[in-house]
């Protein structure tokens, strides 16, 4: 991390000022604590990473991908610390077939389901994590597929909706 990197954090906690207590003056930061002025929250740096949570405060978490076609985020997704549950949605069978087989060669365990984005069959706040990659352009309703995903995702919840431009969309057929 660079020292001016410093100016742009706040505490995950309380969101008060952090300053850095370190050893040595250069201009990138390898070690040492972020210290919060305002919660006294104390953040360690390791090997130039700050370290604002730890594996073991992470809890199992439900992570929805809506149209999740043949799963090419998943190994993503299974990087991450603490326990996840994914769940898998597409309008294509071959899709959430091409899915499972890749599933199943990693050793991933994904509850997949056939059905449109714009009619999620989950509960509301169901999730803590949801989120959309490609595609969205061919949704027939783009606004009730983000309401929907919206729904289902719990309050608070980070809604990520990504799409690739036409000319990519085109390079991949």
Known sequence: MKRKTLGLLAC?????????????????????????ARCQRQCPIKEGIPHFIEPEELTDDRVQEVSI????????LFETP??????????LLGQLHHCQDFC?????????????????????N?????????????????????DEMIRVAKPGTKIAIADENEKAAQSLD
């Open 12 to 36: 995950p906690t309380c969101r008060g000022e952090l300053s850095l207590n370190d050893q040595g003056g250069s201009g990138s930061i390898e070690t040492g604590t972020l210290v919060c």
């Open 69 to 76: 076609g043949p799963g090419i985020n998943l190994p993503y």
């Open 104 to 124: 199943r060669k990693r050793g991933l365990e994904v509850d997949l389901f056939l059905g449109t984005a714009e009619a999620l069959p989950f509960r509301d």
């Open 126 to 146: 169901a999730f803590e994590a949801t989120f959309h990659v490609g595609g969205i352009n061919f949704f027939g309703d783009k606004k009730a597929a983000i």
């Open 82 to 91: 603490g326990k996840i549950d994914v769940y898998g949605l597409d309008i």
